[in-house]
């Protein structure tokens, strides 16, 4: 029982990832995880732009959970994390909850359920398969349910301000509800995902009177020994608040597969988005090799190209490393 409610409390943080047990007595336990990772990166960009090649500070993590046994069939939980960006540290995770064999439901400042959604193996130089806009607030509400082979997720964000909130912007006050669900065969999993917006922001330092949003992702993966496929097809519509006036409607296809020989793991895949509004089309392909020297540490290269109706684009590279705790 101990472990499945575990589980569950891990679950519910999105992002945690349990790696270093601190404490864990009398019906408590208390763990930390972290991740860093930097690349030697150029974006796949228009060849007429002057932006060279850098180094480019990907992704840090920090997580802290716990998990207090209030009694043989219900715990308490709850979780603090802190994203690291360029110079800028941000409390991204602040929640409590109740986990049990009926699910984990928490409150707070958290990852929304759409922020796991995407079946890319691409590390930067592929595009993620719907924009959801906003995936994480301060005022949401989660649940999730996941029994081995059915599982089930509902978010809800009660006041679903904008993260960074420019100053020349009014500030939005919408909400945002999304859901998953989705079953595990064997190697199959399936799953799909819904995810609707009232008067979010759609852009910092832009004065916009918001954003209402109304997408849907389908995504499926199969293991077969060493291979690995996946496949997914979505999409998204966007109308702006005030006038109601739908200024995007795009349908967004991917398709990949890898395979893992050893320590190292070669990934392809492709990606495509059609705006039926503006009637542009944007296809990317992405080529990956991963090498795992220890089951925290990876290093990575990837190549990455486009090609869009209205934009003369050029080749995108990258390498990077990546250390977990």
């Known amino acids: 029982?101990?472990?499945?409610?575990?589980?569950?409390?891990?679950?519910?943080?999105?992002?945690?990832?349990?790696?270093?047990?601190?404490?864990?007595?009398?019906?408590?336990?208390?763990?930390?995880?972290?991740?860093?990772?930097v690349q030697y990166l150029q974006l796949i960009q228009d060849k007429d732009s002057n932006d060279d090649a850098g180094l480019h500070l990907d992704d840090g993590d920090l997580q802290l959970n716990t998990t207090i046994a209030v009694t043989d069939q219900l715990n308490a939980v709850a979780g603090i994390g802190f994203k690291f960006e360029k110079r800028n540290v941000e409390n991204d995770e602040l929640w409590v909850g109740l986990g049990g064999d009926f699910g984990t439901l928490t409150f707070g400042r958290m990852l929304y359920i759409s922020d796991d959604m995407g079946i890319g193996k691409d590390y930067e130089l592929g595009f993620e398969q719907i924009d959801f806009v906003q995936t994480e607030g301060n005022e949401?509400?989660?649940?999730?349910?996941?029994?081995?082979?059915?599982?089930?997720?509902l978010t809800h964000d009660l006041d679903a301000e904008a993260q960074s909130p420019a100053t020349d912007y009014r500030g939005a006050d919408g909400t945002v509800t999304d859901a998953r669900l989705g079953a595990r065969f064997a190697n199959f999993?399936?799953?799909?995902?819904?995810?609707?917006?009232?008067?979010?922001?759609?852009?910092?330092?832009?004065?916009?009177?918001?954003?209402?949003?109304?997408?849907?992702?389908?995504?499926?993966?199969?293991?077969?020994?060493?291979?690995?496929?996946?496949?997914?097809?979505?999409n998204a519509q966007y109308e702006d608040s005030a006038t109601n006036v739908k200024f995007a409607d795009i349908d967004v296809y991917e398709i990949n597969g890898s395979y893992t020989m050893g320590k190292n793991t070669f990934a392809l895949g492709y990606n495509?988005?059609?705006?039926?509004?503006?009637?542009?089309?944007?296809?990317?392909?992405?080529?990956?090799?991963?090498?795992?020297?220890?089951?925290?540490v990876k290093v990575y290269g990837e190549l990455g190209w486009a090609d869009a109706d209205n934009a003369d684009l050029d080749l995108g590279y990258l390498v990077g490393m990546e250390v977990k705790f």
Do not use: W
């Open 1 to 37: 029982m101990k472990k499945t409610l575990l589980a569950l409390s891990v679950l519910a943080a999105g992002s945690a990832n349990a790696g270093i047990n601190l404490y864990d007595a009398n019906g408590v336990t208390v763990d930390l995880s972290g991740a860093a990772e």
């Open 272 to 296: 495509r988005a059609d705006d039926s509004k503006s009637n542009e089309t944007v296809d990317n392909v992405y080529a990956n090799i991963t090498h795992q020297l220890h089951s925290n």
């Open 140 to 153: 949401a509400i989660k649940y999730v349910f996941d029994n081995g082979q059915f599982y089930f997720g």
């Open 189 to 234: 999993d399936v799953r799909g995902y819904y995810y609707t917006a009232d008067d979010i922001q759609r852009a910092q330092n832009v004065k916009n009177t918001g954003t209402d949003v109304d997408a849907f992702n389908i995504e499926a993966e199969y293991v077969m020994g060493a291979f690995a496929f996946a496949a997914s097809y979505g």
